[in-house]
């Protein structure tokens, strides 16, 4: 089965910086899309940016000019920098991809990473 394990969450303060990362246990080469969610306490999970085909990224607006997803297929990882932080940002992160197993296109999801933004 394959596994997604996230990495690099915890507490920054306010404008600061924090690198996710996000390794699979299967080639992310082959993958339909990929990227990361966040769910805040009380609130549903929302996309924040993603892989999709033909290697376009898109971004939830909120995180737009702060965060900058990115990948390398050798190590078989996807990144997110997140840059000038803020406290709304504060969530759990997770990643999510999606890969064809036989005849259908089947979502996998990590096990999140907290991301805190606090003073």
């Known amino acids: 089965q394959v596994q997604l394990v996230e990495s690099g969450g915890g507490l920054v303060q306010p404008g600061g910086s924090l690198r996710l990362s996000c390794a699979a246990s299967?080639?992310?080469?082959?993958?339909?899309?990929m990227g990361w969610y966040r769910q805040a306490p009380g609130k549903q999970r929302e996309l924040v940016a993603t892989f999709t085909s033909g290697s376009i990224t898109n971004y939830t607006d909120s995180v737009k000019g702060r965060f900058t997803i990115s990948r390398d297929n050798a190590k078989n990882t996807v990144y997110m920098q997140m840059n000038s932080l803020k406290p709304e940002d504060t969530a759990v992160y997770y990643c999510n991809a999606k890969w064809y197993v036989g005849y259908e296109l089947r979502d996998y999801w990590g096990q999140g990473t907290q991301v805190t933004v606090s003073s």
């Open positions: 299967r080639s992310i080469f082959s993958t339909n899309a």
